[in-house]
């Protein structure tokens, strides 16, 4: 059965719910195996990260707790930079730091995160995403867990949105190329 995309803005499924869920669950599974006897915080950037996260973190068999970051990026491209507008709650000092993102772009932001969240000295960091927009990419990430890698074009559902619309799809779609030009 094909599923009926809610807004004719949508082009199609990119990934289906079905998908997402069996990569969820292998990565984990990855997760609970590599971090075995210890327990990890898992870190999230609001708002679009949440909704991997809650998935994620409720399939990990390992104790672990979460806590969030939120920021604002100014400026286009690699002359971009980014303010923390939401800190963590926790301390991370001695802790296993497992940074969890929704989808990593130019990966200016999770750079800058790292960074920040390196001084603080975890006992160890890693960043897990969901989907990789890999052709994007204008810095080196340490990218250790990766769902799926996705092709440059406008995705909204599981976390990803169009001016905070559609967030909540249990799928990923792509937008048609007339409604979305780069800016
Ligand atoms: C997305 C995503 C990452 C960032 C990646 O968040 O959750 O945090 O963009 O982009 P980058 O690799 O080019 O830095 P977004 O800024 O869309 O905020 P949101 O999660 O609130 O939607």
Avoid: H
């Avoid at 289906?16 to 984990?28: H, K, P, R």
């Avoid at 409720?58 to 980014?82: E, K, Q």
């Avoid at 960074?115 to 975890?122: C, H, S």
Wanted: aromatic share 8%; charged share 30%.
């Amino acid at each position: 059965m094909t599923l009926r995309l809610p807004d004719p803005r949508m082009e199609r499924v990119l990934l289906t719910e079905s998908q997402i869920d069996a990569v969820v669950g292998e990565l984990a599974d990855q997760v609970a195996a590599d971090y075995s006897g210890r327990d990890p915080v898992l870190v999230t950037v609001l708002r679009g990260g949440l909704f991997f996260l809650s998935d994620l973190c409720r399939r990990i068999d390992l104790p672990l707790t979460v806590d969030f970051m939120a920021v604002t990026s100014y400026g286009p491209g690699a002359a971009g930079s980014v303010r923390i507008t939401k800190d963590l709650d926790d301390p991370v000092e001695g802790r296993d730091v497992l940074v969890v993102e929704d989808i990593i772009d130019t990966g200016l932001t999770l750079n800058y995160l790292l960074r920040v969240l390196r001084q603080r000295r975890p006992a160890s960091l890693a960043v897990c995403t969901l989907l990789d927009k890999d052709v994007r990419r204008l810095v080196d990430l340490p990218i250790v867990y990766r769902g799926f890698s996705v092709p440059d074009r406008f995705l909204v559902g599981y976390g990803l949105d169009l001016e905070g619309q559609w967030r909540e799809l249990p799928y990923v779609a792509t937008l048609k190329d007339e409604i979305w030009e780069r800016g």
